[in-house]
């Protein structure tokens, strides 16, 4: 489905927090869009056009909501100051929709009602929209999960499907649209139908909802995260349809995460670690495992080729500093370390047969990685850098025959040390797709 773009680029760069008034150029251009829409067949197109415009404002500043407020702010008050009433009614309705809080909208609203003129022939209809069945699919490691969820106004439907990556911590990662509702699930079922390693099933609508709002809530909480492109532009959309889907309790909260040191033990001690030449590199690689999900607020004992592809194509290279010796300890430690987790999770044999080739795979991938001209620079300016070798005083006890308690002696790794602050325009690949 695509959208009437705004093209803010062409009016002054947006300032972190947008003054009181808009500048001219970009007033012009934005009732000259508007204009353009009052005869639209159907509303959705002043919808993804005014989602758009808002999605220029949350890149411009941070996602900060002040400035957006602000900034809806000037576009009414221009709104209303608006020669041609048609251009303004167009931008009114849509932001009586979309803007990000529920005071912006009823001040748009209210707009609209001052104007008194007549209203685009699709503003009827704009607020008569209904949620219909919702879906999600994704990896059975937990990497990814896209949630489907289709909405109906008058005779026409539209799915929205909002991308949530929980190797970067659970963000909403992308949105789009389809018109091809019915067409859109018949292809995923054909298309995943036949991977051991993928699954598509029905989602309660209010349990959609939670979830949706939980990811684009760690999206605005980061500092410049890592979404796709059409993330922006489908933003306030997106958030506007979620907005109608019908609420729901969470009852249960997730399950408290084993502390980082009880899961290390376990791993050390499992039957996929027993032949380890070297327990200390060992557990040095492990604590990076967990340091790396807890910074992402992921489960520290989740393996995915998502979670490999971050850790070994961004993290490491960016964020630590190994030695030959930890180098060469790090495929047999990982090859491990995938099949202590997998059975953890409770993994099927193809889906552990599909990690260790993706294993395989980003293990031929990783020295061009480390040797990247960026994540050296990085990695030797970072303050918190990891240090996983072998050469350092502090030493892990090993294990003596019959010995059932295993002490760690490393001290842990800073949380600090993983953030992502030089791979935040970076899209991690995420296997499988």
């Known amino acids: ?36 829409l009052v ?23 941070d996602g900060d909501p002040a400035a957006e407020e602000t900034f809806v702010g000037a576009w009414l008050e221009a709104a209303e100051a608006e020669a041609d009433d048609g251009a303004a009614l167009v931008a009114l309705t849509a932001l009586g929709t979309l803007a990000g809080s529920g ?7 209210a707009a609209a009602d001052r104007i008194g003129a007549p209203r685009p022939l699709w503003a009827t209809a ?14 059975v490691y937990g990497d990814q999960e896209t949630i489907l969820c289709a909405f109906r106004r008058g005779e ?29 699930l018949a292809d995923l079922q054909y298309e995943l139908g036949s991977t051991p390693v993928a699954f598509l099933e029905p989602i309660e609508p209010g349990v959609a ?9 760690t999206t605005d909480g980061r500092v410049e995260p890592r979404v796709n492109d059409e993330f922006a532009p489908h933003r306030a ?32 001690s499992s039957p996929e670690a027993a032949d380890l030449a070297d327990f200390e590199l060992a557990e040095r690689w492990a604590r990076l495992l967990v340091d790396r999900a807890l910074n992402a607020a992921d489960d520290p004992a989740r393996v995915g080729p998502g979670v490999l592809d971050e850790l070994l194509l961004v993290d490491v290279p960016e964020h630590a500093v190994l030695d030959a010796a930890a180098r060469n300890a790090m495929p047999a430690v990982l090859t491990a370390w995938t099949l202590w987790a997998g059975r953890r999770q409770g993994l099927a044999e193809p889906a552990v047969a599909w990690l260790q080739t993706a294993l395989s795979e980003i293990l031929e991938e990783f020295p061009e990685a480390y040797r990247d001209p960026g994540a050296v620079a990085h990695r030797n300016t970072c303050p918190d850098t990891a240090d996983l070798r072998s050469e350092r005083p502090a030493q892990l006890a090993r294990r003596a025959p019959g010995d ?24 991690g690949r995420g296997r499988p797709k």
């Not at 009437?4 to 003054?19: D, I, N, V």
């Not at 704009?126 to 990896?139: A, K, L, N, Q």
């Not at 929205?160 to 019915?182: N, Q, R, S």
């Not at 059932?404 to 899209?427: D, E, F, K, M």
């Open 1 to 36: 489905m695509r959208r009437k773009p705004s093209h803010l680029s062409l009016a002054p760069p947006l300032e972190s927090r947008p003054s009181d008034a808009l500048p001219e150029n970009l007033v012009r251009l934005l009732f000259r869009q508007a204009g353009d």
């Open 39 to 61: 005869d639209a067949d159907d509303p959705i197109q002043a919808e993804l056009w005014c989602s758009d415009v808002l999605g220029a404002v949350w890149a411009a500043t």
């Open 103 to 109: 005071s912006a909208r009823r001040a748009a609203a």
């Open 126 to 139: 704009v607020p008569e929209i209904s949620s219909g069945e919702c879906w999600h699919y994704g990896d």
């Open 156 to 184: 026409t439907e539209h799915a929205m499907l909002v991308l949530i990556d929980y190797t970067l911590g659970g963000i909403a990662k992308d949105v789009f649209f389809t018109e091809a509702v019915a067409g859109s």
């Open 209 to 217: 909802r939670r979830r949706l709002q939980r990811a684009f809530r």
């Open 237 to 268: 959309l997106a958030l506007a349809r979620v907005r109608t889907l019908p609420p729901s309790i969470e009852i249960l909260g997730p399950e408290p995460a084993p502390h980082p040191d009880v899961l290390i033990e376990e791993f050390l």
């Open 404 to 427: 059932t308690v295993l002490q760690l002696r490393t001290p842990p790794i800073s949380p600090s040390v993983l953030r992502a602050t030089s791979t935040a325009s970076r899209v």
